[in-house]
C-alpha cells in the first residue's frame, strides 16, 4: 500500500525535473499554456508560441491584446505574461553542479507576474529583471512588474 503511494509522489517530481536535461540542448524554458496571439522572435525568425513549446536565450516574446502566457523555467522559476507583454530572456545559467546561476530578462512593455525558482533562492543576486525605467533586484519572492 505504501510503495504506490510512494510512486505516486515520486512521479509528479520526476516530471518537474526532466526539464533539467534539456537545457543541454540549448532550451531553458517551457511554454506551459498560452491563450490569444503570442509570439516568439528567435534571431530572425517568429513563431507563433503554442503550449509545449521550449524557449531559449536570446528568445523575445509578444503577447497581443487580451493574450497571455505561462512559462516555466528549468529551476522553476514562473512567469505569466499579460497581455501586450513583450519581454526578451536576456540571459538564463542554471548549474548547480557549478554553482553557476544567471536570470536576465528585459521587459520591453506591458506586465508580467515572476515567482522564484531555485535561482531566486540559492543565489538571488544573480537575477536581474529590467524595464526601461528601472531594475529590479530579485531578493527570492513573487512580483508583478509593468512597463509603459
Request: hydrophobic letters at 45%.
Amino acid at each position: 500500500m505504501r510503495r504506490p503511494l510512494f510512486a505516486s509522489l515520486l512521479l509528479p517530481l520526476w516530471m518537474l525535473a526532466t526539464p533539467l536535461f534539456a537545457a543541454e540542448d540549448g532550451h531553458v524554458a517551457l511554454i506551459k499554456s498560452v491563450s490569444g496571439s503570442v509570439r516568439i522572435v528567435r534571431q530572425a525568425t517568429t513563431l507563433d508560441a503554442h503550449a509545449g513549446d521550449t524557449l531559449q536565450v536570446s528568445d523575445r516574446l509578444q503577447a497581443g491584446p487580451e493574450a497571455t502566457a505561462a512559462i516555466v523555467f528549468i529551476d522553476g522559476t514562473l512567469l505569466t505574461l499579460g497581455s501586450g507583454a513583450d519581454i526578451q530572456l536576456r540571459d538564463y545559467v542554471f548549474e548547480p553542479r557549478s554553482s553557476h546561476y544567471g536570470f536576465s530578462l528585459y521587459l520591453h512593455k506591458g506586465a508580467a507576474i515572476y515567482s522564484s525558482g531555485k535561482i531566486g533562492k540559492v543565489a538571488p543576486e544573480s537575477v536581474k529583471i529590467e524595464t526601461p525605467t528601472a531594475t529590479i533586484g530579485v531578493r527570492g519572492t513573487r512580483f508583478l512588474v509593468q512597463a509603459q
